[in-house]
């Protein structure tokens, strides 16, 4: 079979390195949870080769690239209908799955953080994802409260999933070579299925309190609730970064009181 040519505007980027590709799936360790696994963007089947070796667990691909999908499917005759060419971002979990699933993947750059959201869309579905990101992506899921990495990402993924920094990846390989270091994260989800507040309001605290982090969470929150109800609380005078998930549910809480 000739092989898939990388596209740019896919962000594809083709990891050539087996012990690498091996090392991923084999940081799935939740497979007691779930029995299917989907695997987002698998280009030439590195992955793939180590996925299906795994026989307890039903496998699924999924490729916006028809040229890859046209190489996986005559390499992997066997999947039949669990071969999707599709947009991954589009993809109505329920129609295809209807339990618990990972989702695994060498995502593509320039969208890993809309993967990211369709996760936490399908969080109670998706109870594991392990997947390689741009280096400062995956720093940016796992950082704790404090740093400037830490952000909106931080906040959403570590309200429902633990995040795990696992190992750092260099350009030299993948096919093409991309111009950022790589890192792959495992996410787990935790216990929470509902946080102890309105989730809706708590995702737009959060958004308005890192959309300017420079500012106090009382001056940065000022643009979509009035500044004169919000109380007196010590939270008001600290910046985004430094409050922690817990910190930021008793935040939306005190917002819905004095709405």
């Known amino acids: 079979m000739s092989l898939v040519k990388a596209k740019k505007h896919l962000g594809q980027h083709f990891l050539t390195d087996k012990n690498i590709a091996e090392k991923i799936v084999n940081s799935l360790h939740s497979t007691d949870k779930y029995d299917q696994v989907l695997e987002v963007g698998p280009g030439m089947g590195v992955l793939s080769d180590f996925l299906l070796r795994k026989t307890e667990l039903e496998i699924f691909m999924i490729?916006?690239?028809?040229?890859?999908?046209?190489?996986?499917?005559?390499k992997y005759p066997n999947l039949g209908e669990r071969l999707i060419n599709a947009d991954f971002l589009q993809l109505n979990f329920k129609e295809i799955f209807p339990g618990n699933l990972a989702v695994i993947?060498?995502?593509?750059?320039?969208?890993?953080?809309?993967?990211?959201?369709?996760?936490?869309?399908?969080?109670?579905?998706?109870?594991?994802?392990?997947?390689?990101?741009?280096?400062?992506?995956?720093?940016?899921?796992?950082?704790?409260?404090?740093?400037?990495?830490?952000?909106?990402?931080?906040?959403?993924?570590?309200?429902?999933?633990?995040?795990?920094?696992?190992?750092?990846?260099?350009?030299?390989?993948?096919?093409?070579?991309?111009?950022?270091?790589?890192?792959?994260?495992?996410?787990?989800?935790?216990?929470?299925?509902?946080?102890d507040c309105d989730e809706k309001l708590f995702w737009q605290v959060v958004k308005a309190g890192f959309n300017?982090?420079?500012?106090?969470?009382?001056?940065a929150l000022s643009s979509i609730f009035n500044k004169d109800s919000m109380g007196d609380d010590p939270m008001l005078d600290l910046r985004a970064e430094r409050l922690s998930v817990d910190d930021f549910v008793k935040l939306t809480n005190l917002i819905s009181s004095t709405r």
């Open 63 to 74: 490729d916006i690239d028809t040229e890859s999908f046209q190489y996986l499917d005559k």
């Open 105 to 195: 993947g060498n995502f593509p750059y320039n969208i890993s953080s809309q993967i990211l959201f369709k996760v936490l869309e399908n969080r109670d579905q998706v109870i594991e994802v392990v997947g390689m990101f741009q280096k400062e992506v995956a720093q940016r899921c796992a950082e704790k409260p404090g740093s400037k990495e830490y952000g909106i990402l931080s906040v959403f993924l570590q309200a429902y999933y633990k995040v795990d920094y696992l190992f750092s990846v260099k350009p030299g390989v993948f096919n093409p070579p991309p111009k950022v270091n790589s890192a792959v994260i495992r996410l787990t989800r935790n216990e929470v299925s509902k946080l």
């Open 212 to 219: 300017q982090r420079r500012k106090t969470l009382r001056n």
